[in-house]
């Protein structure tokens, strides 16, 4: 059975193997929200024999639109008032250990790319 039968997503693998490419060995890999790519063109191979922890977890955002669209429309609070935390791209490693850890009452960082 084929990936568009099953309505599957495939997502571009590059990231994830440049990932595994670049963390040390013993290192962690976090996926954070939705990522879909085919398994046939991830390295996991290599993520094994580096000794690669991975970590990460499915958000399930399209069960949660129509009640956050609502609360949005009635007036609850606006977009802004969920964001928590602003994380520097460069500081990202200690971003995700504050949210992960739910330091400093982290709840929604944003990762702010660097200036170009």
Request: aromatic fraction near 8%; glycine fraction near 8%; charged fraction near 20%.
């Amino acid at each position: 059975m084929t990936s568009a039968k099953l309505k599957l997503q495939g997502g571009s693998p590059v990231a994830l193997n440049w990932a595994f490419d670049t963390v040390r060995k013993g290192g962690t890999v976090s996926v954070i929200g939705a990522y879909g790519p085919l398994f046939s063109a991830v390295k996991f191979g290599d993520a094994m024999n580096k000794g690669l922890t991975l970590r990460m977890n499915q958000c399930p955002v399209k069960r949660q639109w129509p009640r956050l669209f609502e609360h949005l429309r009635n007036g609850h609070f606006k977009p802004s008032d969920l964001v928590t935390h602003h994380v520097p791209l460069e500081h990202i490693a200690e971003g995700y250990h504050m949210f992960s850890a739910k330091l400093d009452d982290c709840i929604k960082p944003i990762v702010v790319p660097s200036p170009a």
